[in-house]
């Protein structure tokens, strides 16, 4: 496609449910990134997929938090049992290999009640 | 691990003033440094970068020098529009990771 798309685009959720968040990155981009910004706040980095390699997990905040990106394409982040805490705007981000520079979807508003 | 810092705000402005958006950061390497801006409903959207050490990234009237020796890559731009209106992010990309500095509110008034 044009850009990076990311679906819902607003879900609101209850508390203890599970959601799955989607993104489709740019056609050819093989890094892609998950963020999370909370009003108010700067990005929490969460998880990074580049190529084939072992995606980096580190600023996964629980073990709640899960990702995966099948066929080095569409990622899906997974967040069980929400907490109101877990409420943000997930922002998803692709670049293509060597270039620095990343484009970023609308973002996810995810609201837990 | 690496780091951004950036200035506090919200920052107001009235039209045509001087922007200065201050940006520091910390790495292990050599990252190349970026501004993105999120204007009100929005996407991040990339608004400048610079690679190397000595280099100007410049777009919209906005400038910031990558400044190795005093770890810096501070925003500017000498007369500021309503349009201007947003919230800017430092970045830094080290070969593994993007990383992001905590935003700056900036609101331009007529």
């Known amino acids: 496609g044009a850009g990076v798309s990311q679906s819902p685009s607003n879900k609101v959720t209850e508390k203890g449910k599970d959601v799955e968040l989607r993104c489709d990155p740019i056609s050819g981009h093989t890094a892609l990134y998950w963020y999370r910004q909370s009003l108010g706040q700067g990005l929490e980095f969460l998880i990074y997929?580049?190529?084939?390699?072992?995606?980096?997990k580190s600023g996964l905040p629980s073990d709640r938090f899960s990702a995966e990106r099948t066929g080095g394409s569409v990622s899906t982040l997974t967040i069980q049992r929400t907490q109101q805490e877990d409420s943000a705007v997930y922002l998803c981000a692709s670049s293509s290999q060597g270039n620095t520079e990343a484009f970023f979807g609308q973002g996810t508003r995810l609201t837990v009640v | 691990g690496d780091s951004v810092t950036q200035m506090e705000g919200p920052v107001t402005l009235s039209e045509e003033a001087f922007l200065t958006i201050n940006c520091t950061y910390t790495a292990t390497g050599y990252p190349s440094l970026f501004w993105y801006v999120q204007y009100p409903g929005e996407g991040l959207q990339l608004l400048l970068k610079a690679t190397k050490a000595d280099d100007k990234g410049s777009n919209k009237g906005f400038e910031a020098t990558y400044r190795k020796e005093t770890t810096s890559f501070h925003l500017e731009k000498g007369s500021v529009q309503v349009s201007d209106s947003a919230v800017y992010f430092c970045a830094l990309y080290d070969s593994r990771q993007l990383t992001f500095g905590s935003g700056t509110q900036l609101t331009v008034l007529p």
């Open positions: 997929f580049q190529g084939n390699s072992a995606p980096d």
